[in-house]
């Protein structure tokens, strides 16, 4: 039988805290400026906080599948707090799950996000304050390494601490980044013409190519 879930739960205080954390955390990364940086960090702030809300707060998910999950593993409490780690759960991870491989890899996805996110705003303030195009660092091997990020952050809380409203959401998320970035695309082709459709011509917008050199623009090219 699953037990009463108030202690694990219901704990609102560390819902904001987490979320202040992690939403200033990126903040301090992304430093939105332009409509549609805001769009962007306001879509990551509302999947942080749908997540850390049944992290600490309300866990719906367990509640929605508790039929599912108590049938399946009856020797699981279910509402304890650990058990919101459904992959180490339902693969059977007898140590704690905060060690187990898939929140291991989750911290992977986490900290690199915010390295693409930190590294490639970097790269673009340097860019955009010399009046030129962004194409060095991450920006030699995709074109929207910002965007790019968020995902990994989001992707490694789903593979930490997966929750139907954050599974729902994170598709959505992803086409809502692929928009603003040919938003994005559209305004800069239109300021640097040539010289950018030369650069997304040889540079991957998402997925980075390894196999070669690398893009071959630099800083005196634009």
Known sequence: MMT???ASYGLWLLVFINSAVFIIFAFSFFKPQTSRDWRSFGAFSAFILALFTEMYGFPLTIFVLSGWLQSTWPDIDWLAHDSGH????MFGWKSSPHFG???LLSFALIGGGFWLISVAWHQLWNAQRQGRL???????RIRHP???GFILVMLGFLVQWPTILTLAMFPVLVWMYVRLARSEEADTSARFGQVYEQYAQSVPAFIPRFAGAG???DSREV
């Open 101 to 103: 491989p898939f929140h």
């Open 86 to 89: 459904l992959p180490e759960m």
């Open 215 to 217: 893009n071959k623009h």
């Open 146 to 148: 910002q965007y790019v």
């Open 134 to 140: 962004a194409v060095t660092g991450p920006y030699a």
């Open 4 to 6: 009463d879930a108030g």
